[in-house]
């Protein structure tokens, strides 16, 4: 489909001011479901919103947030070396848990009152954004979560105090959630995996579970991580995923 990718909005959020989303739809007229997109701790870079447009492109109202929207100015991208990871992972451990749960219902809200959205909610995220669409699905209003390789979800290391709750609160998902986990990513290694798992069989989640042999960030098209080949085989994934439970 033929794409809008250019559309932002400022959205309000309670207690932390305007957060901008950047809005990825099929240019064709009707409505479609709305997928919040989380991004990493760079924010909307180039690779993201290639992401957004892929997922926009196949039937989807994409919306983007600006995860760090109280910190930086709107637009601010960082970039991907050592300074811009640096204020990334500082700005991660330095924003509240409650004010990322800001942010998701705010963005949700938003998402549903798009004139575009036919009222289906899923979310997507990679990194740091996979842990926020997880924590995101835990909204009523959303039916699906896709999370690649959420980071901190296993260690409740996510926020200021690096004390998370995402876990404990696994016992409240009432989305369909998929995880998409590299076999050979540091951040989240197999003992961390298998505690994720272990809670979700606890609490009787409905759930999709998918292990690759790659690195971590295998989805983002820069640098030397990225794997042509699992990115098609993981939107494929995705795509088929929505398709059944945004429908």
Request: glycine share 8%; proline share 6%; charged share 20%.
């Amino acid at each position: 489909m033929i794409l809008h990718s250019d559309e932002v909005r400022d959205v309000d959020v309670p207690g932390s001011g305007p957060m901008r989303m950047h809005l990825f739809r099929p240019a064709a007229e009707g409505c479609f479901p709305g997928v919040l997109l989380f991004s990493e701790i760079y924010q909307v870079t180039a690779p993201i919103r290639r992401l957004a447009a892929m997922i926009a492109g196949n039937g989807y109202v994409v919306a983007v947030p600006e995860v760090y929207h109280e910190y930086e100015p709107a637009g601010t991208v960082l970039n991907y070396d050592p300074a811009g990871t640096d204020r990334g992972n500082a700005l991660k451990v330095t924003k509240p848990v409650a004010a990322y749960d800001a942010d998701a219902q705010a963005g949700l809200t938003a998402l549903l009152e798009h004139p575009a959205c036919n009222g289906r909610l899923g979310t997507f995220g990679v990194c740091l954004g996979g842990h926020l669409a997880y924590r995101a699905a835990l909204d009523p209003r959303v039916s699906a979560a896709a999370c690649f390789y959420p980071t901190d979800i296993h260690a409740g290391t996510l926020g200021e105090g690096r004390s998370d709750d995402s876990l404990a609160r696994m016992a409240d998902l009432k989305a369909e959630i998929m995880f998409v986990w590299g076999r050979q990513d540091p951040h989240v290694p197999y003992a961390g995996r298998e505690a994720i798992r272990a809670r979700l069989e606890e609490v009787g989640a409905t759930y999709a579970w998918h292990e690759m042999n790659a690195q971590h960030a295998f989805l983002r098209d820069e640098g030397p991580r990225y794997d042509p080949a699992l990115f098609l085989q993981a939107m494929a994934l995705t795509l088929e995923f929505y398709r059944r439970t945004l429908a």
